[in-house]
């Protein structure tokens, strides 16, 4: 028998007795190198191939018992604190509906809370089987297919205080279908990047047009960062010096449309973002009103509410439910509650991070890095609109404040997140097609080196 065909025939029993078929691809393949290098050693010495290949194969061990070995080793890995960590935020946003708040209509709200939580963590549980590098195996699929989703919702979606409703919440898959298009343009060189500048281009202008100037902030920041991460990388085969300055060319128009694009009502809230006193009565009211809400609110329990606000925290008026959320918490119940939800958020954001550094391939490290920066990013904008920095309304807090659409989509791609931390330790990414084109053209098979012109 040849001798790559009993090696051959060796890893086959070993992959065998692995259950988890997604792992048996690496194993195989580590296998096959471990197995060659033995061969090789012991034909330095001086043995002939196939005699090489046994002792080889001896000093591996039975492939039987070295499979099922492999098995305990080669398992999905369930991360259950992310999961208890979600659950945990989940439980968080329910119970500030169902207890803090004396809404008439609570017991209808929060119905249709756990019915669209329901959702929600029915779509996670899909996303946490489905096979996450179906978003290599697409990626133009899926990043066209969010654009497109997008513009529908543009022209059918309705409008609430002058944002197009549905598509604002659309904007938290743009990192996602932009980490794809990175993905599919790695070792392309320039052009690559090029391609990348104008797929960063279109979600940004979409994002100007709904308009949400948070969403828009959002992406441009995540998008550029993930760039910057490949470029960093060397990911597309580029000088980095060179790179960079051409990435800066698409961020540097964005920057200028973005402030072209403000209106004198943006200007006045960007002013009264910093110094709210400056116009009390009109553009700078609610970061007054916060600002104010917080200056009386103590560690733990009720704070000194002012009376021209009692009545809206009590009933409560809308903006309390979905954009000051936190504030309206801090007045009732003291500073300690903004602890506890700052406390699980920075758990899940440190441990999700953690898990994104450990990822082997590059398609798993940019798919939990763009839904772990999209999260990150809606925190921080939450928490500075909060503590009265009320430049921009926020998307959400995830999982926590009100907004159905945001929360089920927020459980979506938490479920693709847990995919790849599922099963991100087997995958492997796709070779340069430039390398495998090499490989059909110039081959070594069994101690023979094959040319194939036909190839």
């Not at 439980?91 to 329901?118: A, K, P, Q, W, Y």
């Not at 698409?250 to 973005?258: D, G, H, N, S, W």
């Not at 509410?305 to 008026?317: A, D, F, H, M, Q």
Request: charged share 15%; glycine share 8%; with cysteine.
């Amino acid at each position: 028998m040849l001798s790559l065909d009993r090696i051959n025939e060796y890893v086959t029993v070993v992959c065998q007795q692995i259950r988890w078929k997604k792992a048996r691809f690496r194993v195989s393949e580590e296998m096959q190198n471990h197995i060659i290098d033995g061969r090789d050693s012991y034909m330095a010495q001086g043995l002939d191939e196939n005699t090489a290949t046994e002792k080889a194969l001896t000093d591996t061990g039975d492939a039987t018992v070295i499979g099922t070995q492999l098995d305990r080793i080669h398992r999905p890995k369930p991360q259950w604190s992310m999961f208890v960590a979600t659950a945990i935020l989940l439980i968080l946003g329910l119970l500030v509906r169902l207890f803090v708040f004396n809404d008439e209509d609570r017991i209808g709200l929060m119905s249709i809370r756990l019915l669209c939580t329901g959702i929600g963590v029915a779509g996670m549980i899909a996303a946490y089987f489905t096979d996450f590098t179906i978003i290599g195996k697409y990626p133009k699929t899926i990043y066209f297919g969010v654009i497109s989703i997008s513009v529908a919702m543009l022209l059918f979606s309705p409008t609430t205080n002058g944002k197009s409703f549905y598509t604002q919440y659309i904007i938290l898959l743009f990192p996602l279908a932009f980490s794809a298009i990175i993905f599919a343009t790695r070792n392309k060189g320039y052009s690559g990047i090029l391609s990348c500048g104008l797929a960063f281009a279109l979600p940004s202008f979409i994002a100007l047009y709904v308009p949400s100037v948070s969403g828009f902030l959002l992406f441009a920041i995540v998008g550029a960062a993930l760039l910057g991460i490949a470029i960093y990388k060397k990911w597309f085969g580029t000088k980095r010096l060179y790179s960079f300055l051409l990435m800066l060319a698409p961020v540097a128009l964005l920057t200028i449309v973005f402030f072209i694009s403000m209106t004198p009502y943006r200007w006045d809230r960007l002013a009264v973002a910093f110094n709210p006193s400056i116009d009390p009565n009109g553009a700078g009211y609610m970061g007054v009103m916060v600002r104010e809400l917080l200056s009386g609110a103590t560690f733990f329990g009720r704070g000194n509410i002012p009376s021209e606000y009692i009545v809206g925290l009590t009933e409560p008026y809308q903006f309390f439910y979905t954009d000051l959320l936190l504030t309206a918490l801090i007045s009732h119940l003291g500073w300690i509650a903004f602890i506890v939800i700052l406390s699980a958020l920075l758990f899940f954001i440190v441990k999700g991070f953690m898990l994104c550094f450990k990822q082997k391939s590059s398609l798993g490290l940019f798919v939990s890095m763009a839904i772990m920066m999209t999260f990150c990013m809606q925190v921080i904008s939450y928490i500075a609109y909060n503590l009265g920095f009320l430049f921009a309304a926020p998307i959400s807090l995830p999982l926590i404040s009100y907004g159905n659409t945001a929360t089920i989509i927020n459980l979506v791609l938490i479920g693709f997140m847990l995919s790849v931390f599922r099963t991100g330790d087997v995958v492997v990414d796709e070779k340069n097609p430039t390398i495998t084109k090499l490989n059909k053209f110039i081959s070594w098979n069994d101690g023979k080196l094959t040319i194939n012109f036909k190839s």
